[in-house]
Every structure is written in C-alpha cells, then in structure tokens.
C-alpha cells in the first residue's frame, strides 16, 4: 500500500501570554494525529508556530516600554519549551517573525494582488490629531452601544460583544486620551465576496470530515453575507506591504499568519527536499490535509485560509478535516485572564505527569461540546483509567513474572481469539484517528485494556502457576501480547507510559500494526506505570 501523504496544521497561539488548557485541548489532537500518522509510516508535514504581530503584542510592548518583538520573543520561547514538555513533535514550530515566513508571504500577496483579488481602496477611519496618526481598533477606548459599558474598538470589556470600531462610541485615543475624528485613509482590500461559490462547495463536500461546528459557523459566516476585508492596517509592527506607497502600513495579520501554515510547510519540505507544490497539489490523491484549532477560530480556517489559497491560482488542496474544539471552562466558569479564573499549561504540568494530562484532554475533551474542568476531575480520570486499569494490567502481571520467574517470560501460545481482536481494534481505532474523532479512538483503547484485565482474571494465572505451568506460561504470553500492543495502541495519547511499556519488555519500534512476540523475554528495569494522586 502507497504511503499517505498527510499535512496537519495546528493554530498559531498568540505570543502574548502564557498558552492555557484551551490552547491544549484545541491543539492536542493535532499531534496525536500526527504521532498516529508516523507510526503508519506515512509522510507527515506537522506545523505550527507562534502568532506575533497585531496590536494586542504592541499594546502591551507601550504600557510595558518594550519593543513587540521582546514580548513576543519571550512567550515564543515559552510556548516552545511548554509543547516540548507536554510532548508534541511539530516537524516545525517557527514564529511570523521568521525571514522565511516574511519573504513567503510578502511574495504571496503581490501574487494575489497580481491576479486581481487586492485592490485599493480610500474609506474613513480613526484619527487622533493630537498623535498624529491613524488608530487601530485596540488603540480606541469608548462606550459600547449594547450596554454602556467601556469597550474598545473591537469588543466590549463588559458584556464581551464582538465590535466594529464604527459602532463605539465617545471614542477617545487610547495612548493620549484625545477625540479621535474620521479621516481618509487608503488600504488595500481583499475580495473575499468573488470565492462565495468555491466556499460554499468546500462546505457541501466535507460534511462527513469537518466536525458539526465548523459546518455550522461556516454555513452562518457565508449567509451574513461576504464581505472585502481591508489586508493592510496603520501599524508599525508587522510585516512589509510589498506595494509602493505602503511604507506606513503592514500586512493585516488574518492575512498571514494563515499563510504560516504555507510558509512552514514549504520550509520542512525544502528541507526535505520534497516538492511541496506537488506534495500539497489538489492532484496529490494520497493527500489528507487536517486543520486543528479553537472553536473561535473557524472562519479563518474554513472561509479565510481556503480563499486565500484560491485567490493565489496554484491548485493547492484546500482543507479535508476541519478539527475545531469546542471551549474549556475552568470550575463551571468561562476562562479568562482579566478575572484570573485561567489555567496554564504549566501550572498543570507543575501538578500531573504529561501522560495524565494528554489522556484527560483526549478522552474528556472540548471535542463536540464545551467542558468543565477542574483540577479534581484530572486526579480521578488518572486514578480510575491510567491507575486502576492499564497500570494495574501491566504491573501485576510484570511484577508476578518478576517475583515468580526472576522476570523471565517463557514463550507460549498466544490465545487465537486475542489475536483476531487485536488486528480488529488495529483497525477501528486507526479509523478514529484518521477521521480526527480522538474521544472514540481513546473510548476503543479503554475497551481493549477492559478486555485484557478480564481475560488475566478468568484465567486466574496465579492458580495456573501451581497447577499447569503451559497453561500459566501460554496466559502470561498472551498477557503480554496484549500489553506490547496496547503500547502501540496508546503512544499517540501517552507516549511517555508507552515507551515505559516497551522498555520493560525490549520492545524497540513504534509502529501501528501487530506487534508479534516470537521469543522468550527477559523484563527490564522493572517500574510503576502510573502512580496513584492523592486527592487531597
């Protein structure tokens, strides 16, 4: 069978604070496809990076007196170092920063502008004669017109509403505190409107592989009605606008810090020397492309990033699978910074194994429905599943060979039936995986480490020792048959207890497909798998 060629990228957090167990649970599926994936020995493309341009970065550089760079810097390099202890393996984590990302997208631009998708356009915007200079949304403070209450210029402080800056009112700078007034400004605008009909057949064809919400938000997007969108904005922090004239303005950032997927893409293929027109080419009929991110994050995934790939002619494939979390509520609250009811990731990789943390996001999370969270419902989900069932399978039957037999398993029949159910669960829960539907694939783990525990009780291998030693011999081997595939079979979710497995057994590949024990084994560096949190 022909390798799959398999592109996923996660979304690009935005590099202005620490990531938080909603940035987890949105990205987590994405490289435990991807670790899925290279098991099966397909050719993976798994990227991401750190979002750092746009005016939240540049605000908090003013009110901080630093550069954006030095802010965005700094929580890139905690982003990297977070992902690396909670076990992710992109092929790149890059930043918008990068000179390739740049060069990428500042060519990409002029191609679109070349084939008639970015025009000029004068409208009104905010001034502040006082500073002299244009104002973005985020530089505008006012009043909302839904509830009164303070607001800038794209939402509300108060009730939360999204905002247009020409809805605020009373608006005032935000750096001198001054009226702003309306002034005349040119942008360059994107005609989004001319890709309503390619859109509107990418959400037609892909009801079966983007999840419900991507569908329904899309569908909604494309109803409200399309509209051009301004792809440059009054900003110093960000990247060139390759046209004369545009000194003062950058690259709007929806524009491209979707086009990192592109931009990182293309450098890991360079780097690999792999074609990666043809690799990403809508003619490629061994491609999957998997997008993975937050529920707030759909338009730009399935409207925004898919006409901008139309809009640069280059018969590129535009989005198989949509995976779009839902959202994570912390004890029964919306998460947020301003009220410090908000989580970080390594606040919780201060408290639990990486394992225990990736198990609880894979099987409880935010994947169809918004969750609550909350510290107790780790410890229990890590107790009951990772604890009581596949570390107590593992280790009473490890620690009874080690005590019995000095840790040597003699080789002996594996049970036919086991076999056949373990090349059928090969196969489901591959499917799960492949179709994005990470809850279903852990469910069928589960069911599998259910049937292992029940088959070495029925057996009663501790009386088979006493009483016919080929009968316990042939148990144990089955046993631990089962355990060498389950390590498989869980390295996606926790690969950390999976190479635990696997050491102890001298098991050296990571593959998906049936993992034969042909001989004699000898247990290694016997240990816990999982040790129990105390819930107080």
Same mark, same amino acid.
């Given at each position: 069978?022909?390798?799959?060629?398999?592109?996923?990228?996660?979304?690009?957090?935005?590099?202005?604070?620490?990531?938080?167990?909603?940035?987890?649970?949105?990205?987590?599926?994405?490289?435990?496809?991807?670790?899925?994936?290279?098991?099966?020995?397909?050719?993976?493309?798994?990227?991401?990076?750190? =979002?750092?341009?746009?005016?939240?970065?540049?605000?908090?550089?003013?009110?901080?007196?630093?550069?954006?760079?030095?802010?965005?810097?700094?929580?890139?390099?905690?982003?990297?170092?977070?992902?690396?202890?909670?076990?992710?393996?992109?092929?790149?984590?890059?930043?918008?920063m990068s000179e390739h990302h740049k060069t990428y997208v500042m060519d990409k631009f002029k191609k679109m502008m070349e084939n008639g998708y970015i025009y000029e356009k004068e409208s009104l915007e905010d001034f502040c004669e006082t500073c002299n200079t244009y104002l973005s949304d985020r530089e505008i403070t006012g009043i909302c017109p839904y509830c009164g209450g303070q607001s800038s210029g794209d939402q509300c402080e108060v009730c939360n509403h999204s905002l247009n800056s020409n809805e605020v009112l009373d608006k005032h700078c935000i750096k001198c505190g001054s009226l702003t007034t309306l002034k005349?400004?040119?942008?360059?605008?994107?005609?989004?409107?001319?890709?309503?009909?390619?859109?509107?057949?990418?959400?037609?064809?892909?009801?079966?592989?983007?999840?419900?919400?991507?569908?329904?938000?899309?569908?909604?997007?494309?109803?409200?009605?399309?509209?051009?969108?301004?792809?440059?904005?009054?900003?110093?922090?960000?990247?060139?606008?390759?046209?004369?004239?545009?000194?003062?303005?950058?690259?709007?950032?929806?524009?491209?810090?979707?086009?990192?997927?592109?931009?990182?893409?293309?450098?890991?293929?360079?780097?690999?020397?792999?074609?990666?027109?043809?690799?990403?080419?809508?003619?490629?009929?061994?491609?999957?492309?998997?997008?993975?991110?937050?529920?707030?994050?759909?338009?730009?995934?399935?409207?925004?990033?898919?006409?901008?790939?139309?809009?640069?002619?280059?018969?590129?494939?535009?989005?198989?699978?949509?995976?779009?979390?839902?959202?994570?509520?912390?004890?029964?609250?919306?998460?947020?910074?301003?009220?410090?009811?908000?989580?970080?990731?390594?606040?919780?990789?201060?408290?639990?194994?990486?394992?225990?943390?990736?198990?609880?996001?894979?099987?409880? &999370?935010?994947?169809?429905?918004?969750?609550?969270?909350?510290?107790?419902?780790?410890?229990?989900?890590?107790?009951?599943?990772?604890?009581?069932?596949? &570390?107590?399978?593992?280790?009473?039957?490890?620690?009874?060979?080690?005590?019995?037999?000095? &840790?040597?398993?003699?080789?002996?029949?594996?049970?036919?039936?086991?076999?056949?159910?373990?090349?059928?669960?090969?196969?489901?829960?591959?499917?799960?995986?492949?179709?994005?539907?990470?809850?279903?694939?852990?469910?069928?783990?589960?069911?599998?480490?259910?049937?292992?525990?029940?088959?070495?009780?029925?057996?009663?291998?501790?009386?088979?020792?006493?009483?016919?030693?080929?009968?316990?011999?042939?148990?144990?081997?089955?046993?631990?048959?089962?355990?060498?595939?389950?390590?498989?079979?869980?390295?996606?979710?926790?690969?950390? &207890?999976?190479?635990?497995?696997?050491?102890?057994?001298?098991?050296?590949?990571?593959?998906?497909?049936?993992?034969?024990?042909?001989?004699?084994?000898?247990?290694?560096?016997?240990?816990?798998?999982?040790?129990?949190? =105390?819930?107080?």
């Amino acid at each position: 069978m022909a390798k799959k060629d398999i592109f996923i990228g996660g979304a690009w957090p935005y590099a202005n604070y620490y990531l938080h167990i909603g940035h987890l649970a949105a990205l987590l599926p994405g490289d435990i496809i991807a670790k899925y994936f290279r098991m099966n020995g397909d050719n993976v493309i798994y990227v991401s990076g750190s =979002d750092c341009h746009g005016t939240p970065i540049t605000e908090r550089a003013r009110k901080e007196n630093v550069k954006p760079e030095e802010i965005a810097t700094y929580y890139h390099n905690e982003f990297v170092k977070t992902f690396k202890k909670i076990n992710f393996e992109y092929d790149e984590y890059s930043t918008t920063m990068s000179e390739h990302h740049k060069t990428y997208v500042m060519d990409k631009f002029k191609k679109m502008m070349e084939n008639g998708y970015i025009y000029e356009k004068e409208s009104l915007e905010d001034f502040c004669e006082t500073c002299n200079t244009y104002l973005s949304d985020r530089e505008i403070t006012g009043i909302c017109p839904y509830c009164g209450g303070q607001s800038s210029g794209d939402q509300c402080e108060v009730c939360n509403h999204s905002l247009n800056s020409n809805e605020v009112l009373d608006k005032h700078c935000i750096k001198c505190g001054s009226l702003t007034t309306l002034k005349l400004n040119k942008h360059l605008y994107f005609k989004l409107p001319e890709f309503e009909k390619i859109l509107q057949q990418l959400i037609n064809k892909n009801k079966t592989k983007w999840r419900k919400n991507a569908l329904g938000e899309s569908q909604k997007y494309i109803d409200m009605g399309l509209v051009e969108r301004a792809a440059t904005r009054q900003l110093d922090w960000g990247i060139p606008v390759p046209v004369s004239g545009y000194d003062d303005k950058k690259i709007y950032v929806w524009i491209e810090a979707v086009l990192g997927y592109l931009s990182v893409g293309q450098h890991v293929a360079d780097k690999r020397n792999i074609n990666f027109d043809k690799f990403m080419s809508n003619d490629n009929k061994n491609l999957s492309t998997y997008y993975v991110h937050g529920k707030d994050n759909i338009p730009f995934h399935t409207i925004i990033y898919p006409a901008l790939i139309s809009a640069l002619n280059n018969n590129y494939r535009l989005p198989d699978y949509i995976i779009s979390s839902a959202y994570v509520n912390l004890n029964d609250e919306k998460m947020s910074k301003s009220k410090g009811n908000l989580i970080t990731v390594n606040e919780l990789l201060d408290k639990f194994e990486s394992d225990s943390i990736r198990f609880y996001f894979s099987f409880k &999370g935010p994947e169809t429905n918004d969750i609550n969270c909350s510290i107790e419902d780790i410890i229990q989900t890590h107790n009951k599943f990772l604890v009581g069932m596949l &570390g107590n399978f593992v280790n009473r039957n490890l620690s009874f060979i080690v005590k019995k037999f000095d &840790g040597n398993i003699k080789r002996g029949n594996i049970d036919e039936s086991i076999i056949k159910l373990t090349k059928e669960y090969y196969i489901s829960i591959g499917t799960f995986f492949e179709k994005g539907e990470i809850k279903n694939a852990v469910t069928k783990i589960i069911d599998y480490i259910n049937i292992a525990n029940k088959y070495y009780d029925n057996k009663q291998p501790w009386i088979q020792v006493k009483e016919n030693i080929k009968d316990f011999n042939d148990t144990t081997y089955t046993c631990v048959y089962m355990m060498a595939n389950l390590s498989n079979f869980i390295y996606p979710i926790m690969p950390d &207890g999976s190479k635990i497995i696997k050491d102890m057994l001298q098991i050296k590949e990571f593959k998906w497909s049936e993992e034969i024990i042909k001989d004699d084994i000898q247990i290694n560096n016997l240990q816990l798998l999982y040790k129990r949190i =105390d819930e107080q």
